[in-house]
């Protein structure tokens, strides 16, 4: 089974200040629940994303339990929009598109995440329990962590989770 995860926030950046930001891989540990462990392993993580880009990194989604994963960036439009899918790692599908789009007062920006989990109907029992609620942690922290070194859009909502 394929889940989704949508989210939307809007930002007080110019399109290329958020493109500037969320395009560096080096970026995504300040985004990132420190609890989580996040590194990258490889030496380009300075590099903005480009299509074909590999990412290493050593991650702990669960239990404080090491995980190798790698992602590769196989589309990018600067600065509307770029995706990574998950090459090797604890899903059995991870396919995250990231757009970016000029709003009054900013950028509204969209994610849109689809997995699936290894392990047939243990995984699926697993999901809504343990690892949807992981990953609306991981949001939630990041709507927090965005909003800190950016703010809020001034006379606007914010749509998070929908």
Same mark, same amino acid.
């Given at each position: ?5 949508y ?5 007080p ?12 891989? +080096?970026n995504l540990t300040?985004?990132t629940?420190p ?6 392993? @490889?030496? @380009?993580k300075?590099? *903005?994303m ?5 990412i290493h =990194? ?5 239990w404080?339990?090491?995980? *190798? ?7 990018v ?5 770029? %995706?990574d @899918?998950q090459?090797? +790692?604890? =899903?059995r599908l991870?396919h995250?598109q990231?757009?970016?789009k000029?709003i009054?007062?900013?950028?509204e920006m969209t994610?849109?995440l ?5 392990? +047939? ?6 999901h809504?329990?343990? %690892?949807? *609620?992981?990953?609306?942690k991981?949001f ?5 962590a %965005?909003n800190?070194?950016?703010?809020p %859009?001034? @006379? ?7």
């Open positions: 089974m394929v889940y989704t995860i989210r939307k926030q809007q930002i950046a110019s399109l290329d200040e958020a493109w500037d930001f969320f395009s560096s891989p +080096g300040r985004i629940p609890d989580m462990g996040f590194r990258i392993q @490889n030496s @380009n300075l590099e *903005k480009y299509p074909g880009q590999i =990194y050593k991650v702990r989604p669960l404080n339990i090491p995980v *190798k994963w790698t992602t590769e960036i196989t589309h439009q600067q600065p509307f929009f770029f %995706v @899918n090459l090797a +790692g604890p =899903y991870w995250h990231h757009h970016f000029e009054p007062g900013g950028v994610d849109i689809n997995y699936a989990l290894p392990g +047939g109907f243990l995984g699926r029992l697993m809504q329990p343990l %690892v949807r *609620k992981r990953l609306e991981i939630n922290y990041r709507v927090e %965005v800190k070194l950016f703010g %859009v001034k @006379n606007s909502t914010n749509p998070e989770t929908k």
